[in-house]
């Protein structure tokens, strides 16, 4: 070790201390009064801190995880026809790739969870030999896919509309349709029924709530009073009466004779539950655009529908992206009352667990889980709105 | 020209007076059309179950006990009253739930905001906890893993001697209403009273003379030495204090808080307390710094900046989101269901299921739902009125 090197390290660890004690001299022990607030937080998140890694690597029994995972993840999807999910994620897998090259920036960071997700879900231990085979193929692909679009940024349209088109794509290989086995959607479960749940929601309220949103702030009576009446009615009430609107009024209403099972009951409620809030939220868009732009529109000569599709709704929409991300996060969050209903979503599936006398008392273990699965996602979407919100620039303009 | 004006006037579905009222006749023909198709069939297939529509079975005895109520109710009473023994535990964990979730967001919004680093952090792990976890998730973790977890009443867990933990129920410490309780609470209203005017007294002297007349103090005087006047008189306190103790298979005395009803005000609480706080962490963070470095050139104390400049102005901010949270929780309330605790949801299913009108059952909770979403808004309206900036 020469002179310069030992100086190094002698010197090294003594500024960072000064810093650290001013630092915490700084945030933490400025008066009495803040000496005091840090003492009574500390103890407590010391006590919570300490008892949760307690019992997590040391009470907790997480078999009952490992054990019920498949059950967790797609409930009683039949095993034989597993390869169709694999196949949608690696789909996804391919536009994601694609689209983590083109557009770099938060599709990166959000890239990067996933293949982090994945790896750390193909080394977990108890997973199949061929789940930790299929999640490589989809590391695998991220990373092709990436280096594929990296330099083509003429692929930007056509991975769009590929984007659009995943949704039917995904719906077919999950029901077959005739060219596969059938599954019915009284067999989807566990996450893969939250995940298509507020897929639906999502895809189908959209239409759905632009045209309420429009028909509120339309010049016609009558459409403007039903739109306002339908909005209000479907905000004022619970999501839980909705549901059960769904569940049992929709047999009635629909007659006998056309059958419609529990699954796409609660999708057809989610839909026009989320329109309601949807069209509050593109109203509010609508709202934001000045008049001068409608004026413009119009001494253009554009008629309603050109007028709307060409100059309003490209703005409107750009302004509520964030909130519309909010709204969506909050449909996948609420997609787990579905389990009261009595559908065997991710959280329905953990109750089933827990009432299994094979695994009494791992009510925690099972709850928990399913929050840390949520926890992850939710974490995921807003971490992109609040991205987005700075790449859009809304509200700085 | 005659001719001329009669050929360039367009053709009557390219009239701009006709168009409109043409296509709201073709939207209100398919909602009715729309309409009359569910309505025929919801008909038929009533009439196929052997079922009629009307209300009165309200009026028929309801075969269910309820457990946790607070009016009196047996299972010979009616279905009506069962929904109203629903409607008001509905406002017992609304309202229960709304002012404890408003004391804990607020306390949380501010540690948000706060120099302390460990209250910051703490307050901001929090949020994104409880904000990005489904309620029926927490709900179902309380109720399942924490309040039905706690052992059975014989061993249940005590702390203090005061507070009982066990899987039929929390029981906590409760009041007890004395002979003179009646006196104590007129008396307090007198004394209340008697003490605003001292304190106005003092705040106008105060005002005169410039000195300090310490108002608050003196108010808080005026009171204490009105409560031993009370006292002398009365020779009673006014509630007694009833410590549960374990008997038999129960519990005597304190209250008990059932599990269902314990995890859901648990949950609400917390979860909607984090919503609660970054709407108010929002609207301080709204009001113009210059505002706070102006109050600081005053020589104001930072907790009195915080509750004379900061909090009045960002209030009128806060307001209309902190109303769509106290909506939210009234809605959310719904999830009891879930958690077997009786209240308006939970009725109705059970209600449903013993007789099967489910159409008018539904209706029943709608109504009931849409006018408690209006008359919070009424009132979150005048508040807001209230508060609004008086400008010229």
Not at chain 2, 181 to 202: A, E, H, P, Q, T
Not at chain 2, 221 to 229: D, E, K, T
Request: glycine share 8%; hydrophobic share 55%.
């Amino acid at each position: 070790m020469n002179r310069e090197e030992f100086q190094q390290t002698q010197e090294a660890p003594y500024k960072p201390l000064t810093h650290t004690v001013s630092w915490l001299k700084k945030n933490l022990f400025s008066s009495w009064k803040n000496t005091l607030l840090t003492i009574v937080f500390g103890i407590i998140s010391y006590l919570i801190v300490k008892n949760s890694i307690v019992w997590i690597f040391f009470s907790a029994d997480w078999q009952v995880i490992s054990a019920n995972f498949r059950l967790l993840a797609v409930g009683q999807y039949p095993a034989a026809e597993v390869w169709r999910l694999w196949i949608c994620l690696t789909l996804s897998s391919v536009l994601m790739g694609l689209s983590w090259g083109l557009w770099k920036g938060t599709v990166a960071h959000l890239t990067i969870a996933m293949v982090g997700m994945y790896t750390i879900l193909g080394c977990l231990p108890f997973v199949m030999t061929e789940t930790r085979i299929w999640l490589l193929v989809n590391v695998v692909v991220l990373v092709t896919a990436y280096v594929i679009g990296k330099n083509r940024p003429k692929l930007k349209k056509p991975l769009l509309i590929a984007w659009f088109l995943m949704f039917p794509v995904i719906v077919f290989l999950l029901s077959g349709f005739g060219v596969f086995n059938h599954v019915g959607t009284n067999l989807w479960g566990g996450f893969l029924l939250t995940l298509l749940i507020s897929l639906v929601a999502i895809v189908f309220s959209f239409p759905l709530g632009l045209l309420l949103a429009l028909g509120r702030r339309s010049k016609l009576p009558i459409v403007r009073w039903f739109s306002i009446g339908y909005i209000e009615l479907i905000r004022g009430v619970p999501l839980i009466t909705i549901l059960f609107i769904a569940q049992l009024m929709l047999p009635l209403f629909m007659g006998h004779g056309i059958d419609i099972n529990n699954v796409i009951r609660a999708m057809v409620g989610f839909t026009l539950f989320t329109a309601a809030y949807l069209a509050e939220n593109i109203r509010g868009g609508l709202q934001s655009i000045p008049r001068g732009q409608f004026e413009a529109a119009e001494s253009l000569g554009l008629n309603t529908a050109f007028k709307m599709t060409f100059i309003i709704l490209p703005q409107a929409l750009r302004a509520v992206i964030p909130a519309i991300v909010g709204l969506f996060i909050g449909i996948f969050k609420d997609t787990s009352l579905v389990a009261v209903v009595g559908l065997t979503d991710i959280l329905g599936i953990g109750r089933n667990i827990i009432s299994n006398p094979q695994f009494l008392g791992t009510q925690m273990e099972v709850f928990l889980f399913v929050a840390l699965v949520f926890l992850i996602f939710c974490n995921m979407m807003s971490y992109a709105s609040r991205r987005l919100e700075v790449a859009l620039g809304v509200g700085k303009r | 020209m005659k001719k001329l004006s009669s050929s360039t006037s367009p053709p009557f579905w390219r009239d701009k007076r006709v168009i409109p009222i043409l296509l709201q006749a073709i939207f209100a023909l398919l909602v009715m059309l729309l309409g009359a198709f569910f309505f025929t069939n919801a008909l038929g297939s009533l009439k196929q179950m052997g079922m009629s529509f009307g209300y009165d079975f309200l009026g028929k005895m309801a075969s269910f006990d309820i457990g946790d109520k607070l009016i009196e109710f047996s299972s010979t009473d009616t279905y009506g009253k069962a929904f109203l023994v629903g409607i008001l535990n509905t406002i017992k964990v609304a309202l229960i739930g709304i002012i404890l979730a408003t004391i804990l967001g607020f306390i949380i919004g501010i540690s948000r905001l706060s120099n302390n680093w460990l209250a910051k952090t703490v307050a901001t792990v929090y949020v994104e906890v409880f904000r990005n976890t489904p309620l029926l998730v927490q709900i179902f973790i309380w109720f399942y893993a924490v309040f039905l977890s706690f052992p059975s009443i014989e061993k249940s867990l005590n702390a203090f001697g005061l507070f009982y933990f066990s899987n039929r129920g929390t029981v906590i410490p409760w009041f007890e209403l004395t002979p003179s309780s009646m006196i104590w609470f007129i008396s307090l209203l007198v004394g209340l009273f008697l003490s605003y005017i001292v304190w106005k007294v003092r705040i106008i002297k105060q005002v005169e003379t410039g000195q300090r007349k310490y108002p608050s103090f003196w108010a808080l005087g005026s009171l204490v030495g009105w409560g031993v006047i009370t006292w002398i008189f009365t020779l009673q306190s006014p509630l007694l204090l009833s410590v549960p103790v374990i008997a038999g298979r129960g519990f005597d005395g304190g209250y008990t808080i059932g599990p269902g009803f314990g995890a859901l005000l648990v949950a609400l609480v917390m979860y909607t307390a984090s919503y609660i706080a970054e709407i108010v962490r929002g609207g301080i963070l709204a009001v113009p710094k210059g505002q706070v470095e102006a109050a600081k050139a005053l020589g104001l104390k930072s907790p009195t900046i915080l509750r004379l400049v900061i909090l009045p102005q960002a209030i009128r901010i806060i307001i209309p989101p902190l109303t769509n949270q106290y909506l939210n929780l009234i809605k959310n309330s719904s999830l009891a269901a879930a958690v077997a605790y009786p209240e308006l949801v939970g009725v109705g299913i059970t209600v449903l299921s013993q007789t099967g009108k489910s159409v008018e059952v539904i209706s029943i909770v709608i109504l009931v739902y849409l006018s408690m979403s209006l008359f919070t808004s009424l009132l979150m309206n005048i508040f807001n009125k209230y508060t609004q900036l008086v400008e010229r």
